[in-house]
């Protein structure tokens, strides 16, 4: 039997050897051979302790050793894997426990002086406990301190505790006549005993430990005093401390909070259960394959959370073995319990059998979400040398109880609570390994495709992102390293507000957040590549490029126009919906996101926003043309009069068009004296139509990002307050679309940023938008609207407009567009800026529309 | 080449973690079983029980499980006294051990001076009184 569970390990630790170079593709065997520096550890300690326990127990129970070595080298070998410096030092503790173990096994009366002793064993237990308040200390430097430091090796005396209280119990058990049993007599001191270590892990605020001993106490009062119905004390104590305890200790209550609602804050307390569950999901039936995966993502995975690092890596068949291997002990457990000969025997097996597997209970129940998280470590696989040892000698008492069996079975009735501990275990782990199933299996697209699941980054360093061209053909985003170090880099980093970032810490956002599908290589590659690379290397397959409708040179100028002017631009063809330029001002550099992240984060002026497709700002006088056509409709009819009329009617303007040295009539300039007149004499339901049809109460369906859409107007909101048009928040693109359906005879196309993807045949695949244009106007209102706003000397119509960003801050649009005389491909643009300047809005607005020409 | 090979040592481990695994499942399951049959059949001590009605000593030796006790000519110890039921009592041998259990007789069943309500173990040198009869029990123990 031990050379099964010998071989599986050689091959887990060949496995782990092969991983980095799995990693990075390589064609030739690349063997990292310090994972054999555990195995052959283990193998060692395990053939000299084997070899002893055959002269010496030749009776003794044979599926324990194994399986107990079992768990601890699978453990050595995950934690190395998880940290080699703790691996190491898990192996030396192994070696300590191979130590202690050979000496107890050589110790003739062990069990007799174990309970001839049993004061003295608690005595030194509680001592233990006692010092670490006094010289107490915590590895990592603060927290809660818990252990004894011995030249540089720490020692949570609570784990050798849980052991020496086991012994201390079954020993005064044992003492006790049994039909006399007296509360009084027999029950109350060891109340006294285990209430007052009980205190004293409480005073040290290790509560799973007190849980467990309480647990562990009720246990074995359940079997020597023959009274099933105390098992429900544990469940009714447990909602009785969890209540008394959600309200006297923070830990308690962010505990139970956390196991509540695991979800809700998994950014902070319960980032680590979010993460643990993440990583159940990632391992899915058979694991992503040792050294493959990336458990560390789970915090503390080397201890508390070393069954995720599992069940990541070898998924749900690792831990069902593991699960299967700690219920194997706990059975044969209690059943050298049942068999054994002496009383204190008996006691003493159950006991150490009833706390393995309620140690286990606590801890990947807590791993998986069923109970609230207790750190208490996972017998053998868990970091930890205090526990490791005290496991190792634990075995050994039981191995050595096995071999004391009585001739005469135990009398039906006396065995009875034993058989229903054991049953009840045995259902517990069922419901964990359903449970875990369910995390692994049903639900494991759901994990993983949490927004908190940064496995992403990890593909990325070693299958590479898919690149971005621009349609004229240059690269805005390129791929550079190795294998294993693979990073994007921006080539165009003023177009990091569309394009984004992908960063481990900072997540993902334009493009490589909307294209995630595509660029990761998820979508447009067949199921078997996919299959493949992910069986295989664990990774998806290389990304696929894509390509934008940005024009470079048109986005060049557009960006260099605005300058460092707050705004945003957006350049379309008018037909099509085609984003040929899309500028976002103030920017920043997707390329050093990393290290500027708090600069960027504290600035007031949101550089990280897209304002082209995100920015929300009032309407304001642009109203002016988006209630033309229904004031048309409608039969209405205005008349501005004369320059002089016009200037008694808004003196502000007239001065402010006169200041702008500007040529426009008052229209198309925008002054909300013209969209007062407008909207107050335009029929609402015509109103309601045409801004619903304009696209401005829908978000654009585009491949980034958007703002929400305003809330649509009602007619009767319309009827009382025509002005309330004017505060409808638009976003650039919105608008571009509504200059394109004007230009384009009254139709609006959908907005259309990506072009196409490069596919693994080897061809450029269109990604056009799912829509068809969208009637908006009839094409002689269109005509109108447009010869009503017509430039004087170019071929384009445009309208500037004014607004008041939140009641205070000024605001520039411009929404312009060439008209039918144009005879190259019909744009449309919109404009706005964040501060009052229809000259620059003016001039970037033509010169944009008239750069075309020559393109 | 390293990625396959992987992938077969993957597979090799958990061949054998399960393999392991099944042996150790499929071997405790045969122990649990094997065990229940061997107190079926083989591991029943010799059960002797003797009577002694109107005077004649009656010895009978029994090796199954299960032995009725009663008035009916088809128990397995005949008791033939009015003051015993049809099927007065039974003895069955379970968990290593010989329990003796009262049918509800009319008259009860007496260990000494302990009436019999539920099931009681039985031991070598017992006697058990069934209304006015009695019997009593030698247990040869296993070798």
């Given at each position: 039997m031990l050379l099964l569970v010998c071989i599986t390990l050689f091959f887990y630790a060949a496995a782990l050897s092969l991983a980095t170079g799995t990693r990075l593709h390589s064609e030739t065997l690349l063997i990292n051979a310090e994972y054999f520096v555990p195995f052959l550890v283990w193998l060692i300690g395990t053939l000299v302790v084997q070899r002893n326990i055959r002269r010496k127990l030749p009776n003794r129970d044979p599926w324990i050793f194994p399986a107990t070595t079992g768990l601890t080298g699978l453990g050595m070998l995950t934690i190395w894997r998880l940290s080699p410096d703790l691996g190491l030092k898990q192996s030396l503790w192994f070696l300590v426990g191979c130590g202690f173990f050979l000496l107890a096994l050589n110790t003739t009366d062990l069990i007799k002086i174990l309970k001839t002793y049993k004061y003295v064993w608690l005595l030194l237990g509680i001592i233990l406990i006692g010092l670490t308040f006094i010289i107490g200390v915590n590895p990592t430097g603060s927290g809660q301190r818990l252990w004894l430091e011995i030249f540089d090796f720490y020692i949570q005396p609570s784990e050798p505790l849980k052991l020496l209280l086991i012994i201390y119990l079954a020993g005064f058990f044992a003492d006790q006549i049994r039909p006399n049993i007296s509360w009084l007599g027999s029950v109350f001191p060891t109340l006294i005993v285990v209430g007052f270590a009980g205190l004293l892990l409480i005073a040290q605020r290790d509560l799973g430990t007190a849980s467990l001993f309480v647990s562990l106490y009720i246990l074995m009062l359940t079997v020597t005093t023959q009274r099933r119905r105390l098992l429900w004390v544990i469940p009714a104590l447990a909602v009785l401390a969890g209540t008394i305890g959600y309200f006297a200790f923070d830990v308690v209550r962010t505990r139970v909070d956390i196991w509540l609602n695991p979800w809700l804050d998994t950014s902070g307390n319960a980032w680590q259960l979010a993460q643990a569950q993440i990583a159940i999901g990632s391992g899915g039936l058979t694991g992503t394959g040792p050294g493959l995966?990336?458990?560390?993502?789970?915090?503390?995975?080397?201890?508390?959370?070393i069954f995720t690092a599992i069940g990541e890596e070898l998924g749900l068949l690792g831990t069902s073995a593991v699960l299967l291997l700690l219920l194997l002990l706990v059975v044969r457990g209690i059943k050298i319990a049942i068999a054994s000969k002496t009383t204190f025997g008996r006691y003493l097996a159950f006991g150490i059998s009833a706390y393995f597997a309620l140690q286990s209970t606590f801890i990947i129940g807590g791993n998986l979400g069923l109970l609230p998280l207790t750190g208490v470590t996972l017998p053998f696989l868990s970091y930890g040398g205090s526990s490791l040892v005290t496991n190792i000698i634990a075995v050994l008492l039981l191995l050595r109880i096995s071999t004391e069996t009585s001739a005469q079975d135990l009398p039906h009735k006396l065995s009875t609570p034993y058989y229903w501990v054991a049953g009840i275990f045995v259902i517990i782990f069922l419901l964990i390994s359903a449970w875990n199933g369910y995390l692994a299996f049903p639900n494991q697209q759901e994990l993983i495709a949490r927004a908190e699941n940064p496995r992403w980054a990890v593909y990325d360093r070693y299958s590479p992102r898919g690149e971005i061209y621009a349609l004229s053909g240059e690269k805005l985003v390129e791929v550079r390293g190795e294998p294993g170090s693979y990073e994007l880099w921006v080539n165009q980093p003023r177009l990091s507000n569309t394009l984004g970032y992908a960063h481990p810490l900072y997540g993902q956002s334009g493009l490589q957040s909307s294209q995630y599908a595509l660029v990761r290589g998820y979508a447009g590659v067949t199921y078997e590549e996919r299959w493949q690379h992910e069986l295989l290397y664990n990774q998806p397959p290389p990304g696929l490029d894509i390509k934008l409708n940005i024009n470079l040179a048109l986005q060049k100028r557009a960006d260099e126009l605005l300058g460092n002017h707050k705004g945003a631009v957006v350049l379309v063809n008018a037909q099509t919906g085609e984003i040929y330029a899309m500028a976002s001002h103030p920017s920043f550099n997707a390329n050093t996101i990393a290290e500027n992240w708090d600069r960027l984060m504290q600035r007031t002026d949101a550089p990280l926003l897209n304002r082209a497709t995100q920015g929300s700002y009032p309407l304001g006088t642009l109203a002016n043309t988006l209630a033309y056509g229904s004031l048309v409709e409608s039969k209405h009819a205005f008349d501005l009069g004369t320059a002089e009329d016009f200037y008694r009617l808004d003196p502000f303007c007239y001065r402010a068009m006169q200041n702008a040295g500007s040529s426009l009539n008052a229209f198309q300039f925008g002054c909300s004296s013209v969209s007062e007149l407008i909207l107050n004499s335009t029929n609402p339901a015509n109103l309601q139509a045409d801004l619903e049809a304009f696209g401005l109460f829908s978000a654009p369906e585009l491949a980034i990002e958007t703002a929400q859409p305003s809330p649509a107007l009602s007619i009767d909101q319309l009827d009382a307050d025509p002005l309330s048009v004017m505060s409808i928040n638009v976003s650039p693109v919105q608008m571009a679309m509504v200059a394109a359906s004007i230009t384009n005879n009254g139709m609006r196309p959908a907005p259309n940023l990506v072009n196409s993807y490069f596919t693994p045949e080897g061809n450029w695949q269109a990604l056009g938008p799912n829509k068809a244009a969208v009637v908006v106007l009839s094409e002689s209102l269109a005509e109108e609207i447009q010869g009503e706003l017509h430039a004087k000397t170019q071929s384009i119509w445009y309208q500037t407009g004014h607004a008041l960003i939140n009641q205070e801050e000024p605001l520039t649009w411009f929404i312009g567009g060439t008209t039918?005389?144009?005879?190259?491909t019909p744009l449309a643009i919109a404009i706005a800026i964040e501060e009052n300047a229809p000259e620059l809005a003016m001039k970037i607005g033509n010169t944009l529309l008239s750069l075309s020409v020559s393109n | 080449m390293n990625a396959i090979t992987g992938l077969v040592l993957r597979t090799l481990l958990f061949i054998s973690l399960y393999a392991f695994l099944g042996t150790a499942v499929w071997l405790l399951w045969k122990s649990v079983t094997g065990s229940r049959l061997r107190g079926g059949t083989i591991a029943i001590p010799t059960l002797t029980l003797a009577t002694t009605i109107d005077g004649e000593q009656n010895i009978q030796t029994f090796t199954s499980s299960d032995v009725l006790v009663g008035r009916n000519p088809d128990c397995d110890l005949v008791l033939d006294d009015e003051t015993v039921s049809g099927r007065h009592g039974r003895l069955t041998y379970h968990l290593n051990q010989w329990w003796y259990e009262d049918l509800k007789s009319t008259n009860g069943s007496w260990l000494d001076d302990l009436k019999i309500e539920e099931p009681i173990v039985v031991k070598d040198n017992d006697s058990i009184y069934c209304g006015d009869a009695v019997f009593k029990i030698y247990i040869k123990p296993l070798q």
């Open positions: 995966g990336s458990p560390q993502f789970v915090p503390i995975a080397v201890s508390d959370f039918p005389e144009w005879s190259a | -």
